[in-house]
């Protein structure tokens, strides 16, 4: 069974750091990533990185604030997304998302429909 669960979220002030975590454990990933949706919004890409070889993408809004890894060594791969210098606008609800389809130890998958497992969410909270 696939399980992607988050932790990690909460209400913090701007410019305040923030470290999301999630275990996704159940068969093999590639791509893991995380995406965002903001009340009202449609669901965003955040930041992606691929099974081996640190291959990683991020969304413009994010770039030099968030920062992605992963952690495969044990039967749950990990995949963390450290926030800094949070803004008001990067409010929303986080999801971690897991490909399983791309077969590619680079590959870095950007877009929601090369996900095929999603977690339920972790809100983040920034206020000004």
């Known amino acids: 069974q696939v399980q992607l669960i988050e932790s990690g979220g909460g209400s913090v002030q701007a410019g305040d750091s923030l470290r999301l975590s999630c275990a996704a454990s159940?068969?093999?990933?590639?791509?893991l990533g995380w995406f965002r949706q903001a009340p009202g919004m449609e669901r965003e890409f955040v930041a992606a990185i691929s099974r081996s070889f640190g291959m990683t993408k991020y969304a413009e809004s994010v770039k030099g604030r968030f920062t992605i890894s992963r952690d495969n060594d044990n039967a749950k791969n990990m995949v963390y997304l450290e926030m800094s210098r949070l803004k008001p606008e990067d409010t929303a609800v986080y999801y971690c998302a897991a490909d399983v389809n791309s077969g590619s130890l680079r590959y870095v998958a950007l877009r929601a429909g090369e996900y095929r497992h999603w977690g339920q969410g972790t809100q983040v909270t920034v206020s000004s």
């Open positions: 159940g068969r093999t990933f590639y791509t």
